[in-house]
Nanobody, 125 residues
Framework: QVEFVESGGGLVQPGGSLRLSCTVP??????????SGWFRQAPGYWREVIAC????????YVANSMQGRFTISRDVAKNTVYLQMNTLKPEDTAIYYC????????????????WGQGTQVTVSS
């Protein structure tokens, strides 16, 4: 069992910003060993990869539609991965999940070994 503590979601107006965080306190699941990433899913849509970061922190992936607006980062000391979301649009409304995988490429392709419970992001005026 892997515990995820996700926070930062909520209601925001179009053009606004949110910063999501995902902390993994479970022993043996350090972000220096596992690649981590963010995904989202809205009703009627497939789960979509947003961004991933490797266990070394030197490789990142950001989906083309998110580039320039979304940024992934992490604090290994806190074992926390972040997603900074700027210039939010109504179509960004979804449940956002963080995930881990020992293989960066597998995670980029949507295969998460462990998943958080998700946090709701709603963009509306």
């Amino acid at each position: 069992q892997v515990e995820f503590v996700e926070s930062g979601g909520g209601l925001v107006q179009p053009g606004g910003s949110l910063r999501l965080s995902c902390t993994v306190p479970t022993a043996g699941f350090g972000l220096d060993y596992y690649s981590s990433g963010w995904f989202r899913q809205a009703p009627g849509y497939w789960r979509e990869v947003i961004a991933c970061i490797s266990n070394s922190g030197t490789r990142t992936y950001v989906a083309n539609s998110m580039q320039g607006r979304f940024t992934i980062s992490r604090d290994v000391a806190k074992n926390t991965v972040y997603l900074q979301m700027n210039t939010l649009k109504p179509e960004d409304t979804a449940i956002y999940y963080c995930a881990l995988n020992s293989d960066f490429e597998d995670l980029v392709h949507g295969d998460g070994s462990y998943w958080g419970q998700g946090t709701q992001v709603t963009v509306s005026s």
